[in-house]
């Protein structure tokens, strides 16, 4: 089983930026998508942005023009650039990956924490 780690969560005022990054464990050759989910107290975990197979990216509306995934395909890592954050984005913000490794699976990080200040 791949283990995610993440790094870069914090505390930033509104305005600001951060960026997390995501490393897998071991190379994983057959990734169907990578990237981050988010999940703030009392609300069910939603995608931020994620890149599938092939290069193209989806992200939720509420974060389009201001964050940005990024993938590096030759080291498994997969980062997300947060710019003009606002309170609401303040949530524990969880990689993840999809592949295939003698079957389909999926991996999650352990979160890493992002509060945003007003």
């Known amino acids: 089983q791949v283990q995610l780690v993440e790094s870069g969560g914090g505390l930033v005022q509104a305005g600001g930026s951060l960026r997390l990054s995501c490393a897998a464990s071991r190379i994983i050759f057959s990734i169907n998508a990578m990237g981050w989910y988010r999940q703030a107290p009392g609300k069910q975990r939603e995608l931020v942005g994620i890149?599938?197979?092939?290069?193209?990216?989806n992200y939720a509306d509420s974060v389009k023009g201001r964050f940005t995934v990024s993938r590096d395909n030759a080291k498994n890592t997969v980062s997300l650039q947060m710019n003009s954050l606002k309170p609401e984005d303040t949530a524990v913000y969880y990689c993840y990956a999809d592949y295939y490794d003698r079957g389909s699976r999926s991996a999650w990080g352990q979160g890493t924490q992002v509060t945003v200040s007003s």
């Open positions: 890149i599938v197979s092939g290069g193209s990216t």
